[in-house]
């Protein structure tokens, strides 16, 4: 083998080798592009899972002022609807002793 066909084998031997080492770094800066997005997607996930959290938090509050005021209000509609058969009844027993006063 000459010196100028080992020169050649050399260039192509480096060009090759230059090659397959651009391509393996290619792939892995695709890979590392590919794992940053990944965990840029699963950061911005888990931030949207905290908001639906807090949110959630607000309408399980927002949810129980509301039964609570509803229970109030209730307990007050049937006090309110006792005194009205109390006051009901008293007039009924007002007008049974009119009648009576009445008729003597």
Request: negative net charge; proline residues 0%.
């Amino acid at each position: 083998m000459n010196i100028t066909t080992q020169i050649i084998i050399t260039l192509f031997a480096a060009s090759i080798s230059g090659l397959l080492t651009a391509q393996v770094n290619s792939r892995r800066l695709k890979k590392e592009k590919a794992i940053q997005a990944a965990d840029k997607a699963h950061d911005q996930l888990l931030l949207e899972v905290k908001d639906l959290q807090i949110k959630l938090y607000k309408l399980e509050k927002d949810l129980t002022e509301w039964k609570e005021k509803y229970f109030e209000a209730l307990q007050e509609l049937i006090k309110v609807k006792g005194e009205l058969e109390k006051t009901m009844i008293r007039l009924s027993h007002v007008e049974i002793h009119e009648e009576e006063l009445n008729d003597i």
